[in-house]
């Protein structure tokens, strides 16, 4: 089992920064894929970033603004957002898998509870 708790989210002026960790405990946190994902009201859950055998991977609204990284020492994933917009406002999930294709929500099996992340027009 694999347990994610996120945090970091908060309240920020659009053209703001924040950074989202994601702490993971449970079996070999490298084995896995990181993935975030955002939903805001009234939409799907959609892939923000992932992070796979040293590649990352981005979703076109977020390229040259967000960030993923991860820490292996301390079984952290990071998402450094800058250049925040409005809609970028969303509840922000991180997840981990053991598949390939990290863009697919379906084939994440560990999820954590999701951090809040509004911004100010």
């Known amino acids: 089992q694999v347990q994610l708790v996120e945090s970091g989210g908060g309240l920020v002026q659009a053209g703001g920064s924040l950074r989202l960790s994601c702490a993971v405990s449970?079996?070999?946190?490298?084995?896995?894929?990181m993935g975030w994902f955002r939903q805001a009201p009234g939409k799907e859950r959609a892939f923000v970033a992932a992070?796979?055998?040293?590649?990352?991977y981005y979703a076109d609204s977020v390229k040259g603004r967000f960030t993923i990284s991860r820490d292996n020492g301390k079984n952290t994933v990071y998402l450094q957002m800058n250049s925040l917009k409005f809609e970028d406002t969303a509840v922000y999930y991180c997840?981990?898998?053991?598949?390939?294709?990290?863009?697919?929500?379906?084939?994440?099996?560990?999820w954590g509870r999701g951090t809040q992340v509004t911004v100010s027009s």
């Open positions: 997840a981990a898998t053991a598949a390939a294709a990290v863009e697919r929500t379906a084939l994440y099996n560990y």
């Open positions: 992070w796979r055998g040293g590649s990352t």
């Open positions: 449970g079996r070999t946190f490298s084995r896995y894929a």
